[in-house]
């Protein structure tokens, strides 16, 4: 069983800084792309940061110059350092890696269980 396990979440104030993890655990033969994405009640979900295995990072418009991504692949961990934090940043927050099992030669989809964040203004 592999999982995504989430750390970091919680409250801040405009202006404020927020660090989030995300390590996963069990069978890993490889971790391909990793992200995070976020979902506000009534919205759809969406990705505000990616980066691939060789480091290199993508970024949702409205969250570049205040959040940073970055990835430990020996410690198949992912954080996002978020600066300048707005309200309009609340939500939750999912780790999510494309992992390749032992045995498999397909890369899967996995979500971890999603942190709150939220910004009050």
């Known amino acids: 069983q592999v999982q995504l396990v989430e750390s970091g979440g919680g409250l801040v104030s405009a202006g404020g800084s927020l660090r989030l993890s995300c390590v996963a655990y069990?069978?890993?033969?490889?971790?391909?792309?990793m992200a995070w994405y976020r979902q506000s009640p009534g919205k759809e979900r969406e990705v505000v940061a990616s980066?691939?295995?060789?480091?290199?990072?993508s970024y949702k418009e409205s969250v570049k110059g205040r959040f940073t991504i970055s990835r430990d692949n020996a410690k198949k961990a992912v954080t996002l350092q978020m600066n300048d934090l707005k309200a309009e940043d609340t939500a939750v927050y999912y780790c999510n890696a494309d992992i390749l099992k032992p045995a498999s030669d397909i890369f899967r989809p996995v979500w971890g269980q999603g942190t709150q964040v939220t910004v009050s203004s």
């Open positions: 069990g069978s890993i033969y490889s971790i391909r792309t």
């Open positions: 980066i691939t295995r060789d480091g290199s990072s």
